[in-house]
């Protein structure tokens, strides 16, 4: 199997993730004052969730150049 080849399947399967998905999710664990009484103060350990949003365009944009990747790759030169 051609370089070419291989790179255009990781780039399909890169891009139905993306469509799937449509963004990646990460948890943060930060130290956060939640009470500050003159010198008394309490902190708590709270979790955050992130998200970090794909354009489905990526996605289609991926599959797209993976599938002509793939066809390209598969040609027999003459």
């Known amino acids: 199997m051609k370089p070419v080849s291989i790179v255009g399947i990781?780039?399909?399967?890169?891009?139905?993730?993306?469509?799937?998905?449509?963004?990646?999710?990460?948890?943060?664990?930060?130290?956060?004052?939640?009470?500050?009484?003159?010198?008394?103060?309490v902190d708590a350990v709270v979790e955050k969730e992130h998200r970090v949003p794909?354009?489905?365009?990526?996605g289609?944009?991926?599959?797209?150049?993976?599938i002509v990747l793939v066809i390209v790759g598969s040609k027999r030169v003459a």
């Open 60 to 66: 289609v944009a991926a599959l797209a150049a993976g």
């Open 10 to 41: 990781l780039l399909i399967v890169i891009g139905i993730v993306a469509l799937a998905y449509e963004g990646i999710t990460y948890t943060t664990r930060e130290r956060e004052n939640v009470v500050k009484l003159g010198p008394l103060k």
């Open 54 to 58: 794909l354009s489905p365009i990526l």
